[in-house]
């Protein structure tokens, strides 16, 4: 059974780069929110919609009945949902969780089961489409959780995304956007060598973009992120140091099942180099900067 608009109040954690035009969209749809950011500076404009400001997360928890968390580490998950002054220990029985984080699929485990215990619905929930799939409501979104809930919390979904898909039990959600960033980490390194040879052989890059975006080499990134590199924007849709998080969750999953992964382990190791030069709160994309050689 979904939600009723009506008598839901939707509580709001972590309003940054994502999180502000998501919760954005949730105003607009007519849904009262309110919210919670360690910076308040950074709720302003959706106070200025019409959220109200919380203090702390306890607070959220206690008054909401639909709760959303986009957190930057797992530890801020952790803290956040299970600390003693987190969501659990103050949301009431028949609340919904939803975690949109990208995080740890055992943690994402852990926080349904302490859930399920106190009759509160967890589901993890994480997201791909990044700033642009956030701004335009067109997120894909993974989700771990029971169908039940899954169903119930649809209606919210589809507010803040397009591509909504249950993969099953809690933690496959985060399972399948462990996939999403390893398929993304090898193709940002080919995305960005790409543009690097377009420019060192004397093309005209937007041109060179024109032609191969819509044939096999077509992907996301090479479409999204490549006319930022050619514009030298670099500002983040998505921050380096929380990409080489994911791709750190991602390889010590892929270690514990005894898979091969040596596209995302030269792709970290790049992102390594890349936020010890300094351009860990740039856009993904800035890895363009250090194949191109411009930084030091």
């Known amino acids: 059974m979904s939600v009723n608009r009506d008598h839901t109040v939707i509580g709001f954690i972590g309003t940054g780069v994502m999180g502000k035009s998501m919760a954005g969209h949730l105003i607009k749809a007519g849904y009262s929110v309110i919210v919670y950011n360690r910076t308040k500076s950074r ?34 998950v952790e803290d956040v949902y299970l600390g003693q002054n987190g969501i659990l220990a103050h949301a009431k029985a028949g609340t919904y969780v939803i975690d949109m984080t990208t995080s740890t699929p055992s943690l994402a485990r852990r926080i349904y089961a302490e859930a399920k215990e106190k009759g509160i619905y967890a589901l993890d929930a994480p997201v791909s489409g990044g700033d642009i799939g956030a701004r335009e409501a067109r997120l894909a979104i993974m989700v771990g959780s029971d169908k039940a809930a899954f169903e119930a919390m649809l209606p919210v979904f589809s507010v803040i995304g397009k591509n909504i898909i249950l993969q099953g039990e809690a933690g496959s959600g985060q399972h399948t956007k462990m996939c999403n960033q390893i398929a993304i980490a090898s193709n940002m390194i080919g995305v960005c060598e790409a543009m690097v040879y377009a420019k060192r052989a004397g093309l005209h890059p937007e041109t060179v973009l024109k032609s191969i975006e819509t044939g096999a080499a077509g992907s996301w990134s090479l479409s999204n992120l490549a006319p930022r590199m050619i514009r030298g924007d670099f500002e983040p849709g998505f921050y380096v140091k929380h990409f080489i998080k994911d791709m750190k969750i991602a390889l010590d999953a892929a270690e514990e099942m005894g898979i091969l992964t040596p596209g995302l382990e030269l792709a970290k190791s790049l992102y390594d180099e890349l936020a010890e030069s300094g351009e860990a709160d740039s856009g993904t994309q800035a890895l363009f900067k250090l194949l191109n050689g411009e930084l030091s």
């Open 43 to 76: 709720a302003e404009e959706l106070m200025a919609l019409g959220a109200v400001w919380m203090d702390t997360a306890a607070q959220v928890a206690s008054r909401a009945n639909v709760i959303i968390t986009i957190l930057g580490y797992p530890k801020d």
